[in-house]
């Protein structure tokens, strides 16, 4: 046998015009602990997708070697009858069955079609001793935290007798407590001769557990490192080792005195309600002021964002939101907005759009009021309004009656945006802007941004693409596992400092 | 998703009128209604549309209409209401004990009717809106309990007779105030019904009129003025043609005057008020709406006693056609208001629907009714064809969809 279990060669991949991988190769080696490294959307969670058949052979371009020989799987069962098996960031586990149910789903311990209780139990029991999780098989799902539910998890890879194991992100949700349980159980499943890929963004754990680092940035590997002796800088230089362009609008900032203070911000997960998602955050936001907020995926950044506008998000808030010197209650999403706050959310179709119903009426929803008297809409008034937002925006569409789920990403977008700024409000929470959009609407956006903070009000920017943070903002706020752990000027501000602040965990 | 690119920034001319072009999807329903009603002319050698038997056809299916008008606000939202069948034979059960036990006056009774269905629907909004149960459940309860109401409040046995002044909104007539005017050989007809009906047709055309000058006033598209002017002459032609054999029977049945004048508020509330609105966008997209401060556990309470009100309303006209409040009234009448609705353009999923297409959409099954009927089609095979006309509109819909 040979000494590389896997090797992927040439990995292209595109989306309807949009290339995720370009030329990605990756070789894992016989029984090692190989981290996967890179910024949100580099690409590494659509690796692993080609990898166990996710995205079906012939929607890439490329060869997979497992065990030496080439691999065409299409879809996670050919995958995983190989002894490739991928644990997703969501946990795929029905939360009503019992753990032992789970285990075996679809694979179930059975005699002519009837279960075997008695077999699936003890073999259950079995697997739970091996990951080291005291828990009686019978017990159902739900009823175990986050952490206890990854290790289910990975006793069901077990029961695949699995000979490559993928992780994705797998301790972004755990505590420290659990989190070091984890990566303790993949030390042990190393000894027992398992491969483990693992995809994470805490770095001091990657520096910790893993033997190679493989680096991706835009869809690129960049490079594969010994993981001995390297340091999380070392890691960091690579992901974002890129220039920027001249892709922003220019812009001149007057930024004017303070308007929005959000102090000492608390909220719990609803799921657990002892986990913080954020913890203490406090951040000001100043009249003209763009201010960048940025974090990786499970940092707390839309939960924070969500749970001031009208407690959207999260139970056991705790906190205060001050505006121009006084408290407000932003507690409903009517208050939060009759206060002037706005907040744009990062799914557009979900939370944003009406997607049946037209740009007009899409473009007022959020301020009918300012269109009616005693009750009753002005059409004619919201036509008008409608109008005048897509002429000043540039939302192409053939009229403002076209439903919204026509129009393509970037002018849904638009239109998500006019809803907001026909409330006028003060303070804006764009939480992701330009995901999903290309480049061209992009800048269309950003000059939009822009105007707004002309116009004296103050924008408040989530974004997983730090150069658009560094780009478009006059400070940047890093968070981390809830925590602010960093501010940045525009001038100080760089992409490896900001990702310093980003991966400094609690723990590390 | 397609880019769609506009013709010109600065917009068409105000004047400029919009290419005439027949939406499928939202017309299909009327063009079917008028297929059907030709098709059972036809089959009936004419009898469908004598005068008595229009009245008929309004009179039989007036408390279905009230229900669908309330029903289709409540699918809009995204919701179902199953007892509104039961909710009308406790309603009706209320009315008579107020009027034939109690013996109070006839519109303090009917006040105090519409307010026990408001409050039925009140209690079943609460446990929805607030406590978070799905409708079809708490509705499905709704249903057994308030029939089981229904039971305890009659004893087991139907009470009547109710007031005059109640069984004529069911059932009685406009009075022949004028007198009769001759028309030729369709002979003599109310004058009243005929002048209430060139109202109406008056009404309309003044009201798309100053629609239409306001549109053009803020620079909108409008129809061209020769399809303005065909539609309203459609409309016209078709009011007057019910009107003038109504009037040619016994004048307007008072049934008549309600419902017209239930979706005309209703089709206004609908569209033009704020509440209205919110209707439709807690059913777009319930998210979205909530994020954008629409207060959704009240709108989606205020529907619910809404359907409560006119179940109630319904509850009344119904007690008073048969005149008595019996323990099965209702049966089943939610089962034809929600065909109604989804016949009428209404989606499953909410957001989409008008009160003028639930309207049709009950007609188009008090028509199929009424013709089967006539041509003495047995009740098993009307029910079969009322089914299939259930699956074929909404397939009809789904399929315009998946096109688009």
Known sequence: ?508 | MTTKIAPSPAAAPPSQPRRFSINLRQSGIYVAFALIVVLFTVLTDGALLQPQNISNIIVQNSYVLILAIGMILVIIGGHIDLSVGSTVALTGAVCAVLTVQWGLPWPVAVLLTLLSGAVIGAAQGYWIAYFGIPAFIVTLAGMLVFRALTLTTLGNQGIGPFPDEIRSLSNGFTGGYLGNIGLGPLGGADLVSLLAGLACVAGFALSQWRKRSARLGYGQTVDPMPVFVLKIVGVAVVVMAVVVQLARFRNLPWVLVLLAALALGYSLMANNSVFGRHIYSIGGNLQAATLSGVKVKAVTFWVFVNMGALAGLAGVIFAGRLNQAGPTAGMSFELDAIAAAFIGGAAVQGGVGKVVGAITGGLIMGVINNGMSLIGAPSERVMLVKGLVLLVAVAYDVWTKRRA
Not at chain 1, 308 to 324: A, I, N, Q, T, W
Not at chain 1, 481 to 489: L, N, Q
Request: hydrophobic residues 35%; charged residues 25%.
């Open chain 1, 1 to 508: 046998m040979s000494d590389e279990i896997l090797v992927m060669r040439g990995i292209t991949k595109r989306f309807a015009g949009v290339t995720a991988l370009h030329e990605v190769s990756l070789t894992v080696r016989r029984g090692e602990i190989h981290a996967i490294c890179g910024e949100n959307g580099a690409g590494k969670s659509t690796l692993m997708k080609v990898l166990s058949g996710v995205h079906p052979h012939g929607t890439y371009e490329g060869d997979i070697l497992f065990e030496g020989e080439p691999c065409a799987f299409n879809g996670v069962r050919d995958s995983e009858r190989r002894g490739i098996v991928i644990i997703h960031q969501e946990l795929a586990l029905c939360g009503q069955l019992s753990v032992a149910e789970n285990l075996f789903l679809g694979n179930e311990r059975a005699r002519r079609g009837f279960i075997d209780w008695n077999r699936t139990n003890h073999e259950a029991q079995a697997l739970l001793d091996r990951v080291g999780l005291r828990e009686n098989p019978t017990t159902p799902v739900n009823d175990l935290g986050v952490g206890k539910q990854q290790l289910v998890e990975i006793a069901k890879a077990l029961s695949k007798e699995v000979s490559l194991l993928i992780l994705d992100e797998p301790t972004a949700a755990l505590n420290d407590d659990d989190s070091q349980h984890l990566l303790d159980l993949l030390d042990g499943l190393r000894s027992e001769g398992i491969t483990c890929v693992i995809i994470s963004h805490k770095l001091g754990e990657v520096t910790r557990i893993a033997d190679t680092v493989t680096v991706l940035r835009d869809g690129r590997t960049i490079e594969t490192l010994p993981a001995k002796g390297l340091s999380e800088e070392r890691i960091i230089a690579g992901m974002v080792g890129r220039d920027l362009e001249h892709r922003f609008p220019p812009r001149t900032p007057d930024v004017g005195e303070e308007i929005l203070r959000i102090v000492d911000w608390t909220v719990h997960s609803p799921a657990q309600p002892d986990r913080k998602v954020v913890d203490g955050a406090t951040l000001t936001l100043r009249r003209g002021e763009i201010v960048g907020l940025a974090g990786l995926m499970g940092a707390g950044r839309t939960e924070l964002a969500m749970s001031v506008f009208g407690r959207s998000y999260g139970v056991g808030v705790s906190g205060r939101v001050v505006k121009d010197g006084r408290e407000i209650d932003t507690r409903t999403v009517r208050g939060a907005i009759d206060h002037g706050i706005a907040y744009v959310s990062e799914d557009r179709k979900r939370y944003g759009l009406n997607l049946i119903d037209g740009v007009q009426r899409n473009v007022s929803a959020a301020a009918l009021g300012k269109l009616s008297s005693r009750g009753w809409v002005n059409e004619n008034e919201e036509y008008t309004v409608a109008e005048r937002f897509r002429r000043s925006m540039g939302i192409r569409t053939s009229s403002v009656s076209t439903p919204t789920g026509t129009l393509s990403g970037g002018n849904q977008q638009k239109v998500v945006l006019a809803k907001w700024m026909f409330t006028d409000p003060d303070v804006l929470i764009l939480d992701e802007p330009t995901r999903g959009i290309d480049v061209g609407a992009k800048y269309e956006i950003y000059s939009i941004i822009n105007d707004l903070a002309a116009q004296g009000r103050a924008v408040l920017v989530i974004s997983s693409e730090l150069p658009e943070l560094l780009g478009l903002c006059d400070r940047v706020y890093a968070l981390s596992e809830g925590r602010i752990t960093g501010e940045v000027s525009r001038e100080e501000a760089t992409q490896e400092r900001l990702m310093q602040f980003m991966t400094r965990g609690q723990s590390s």
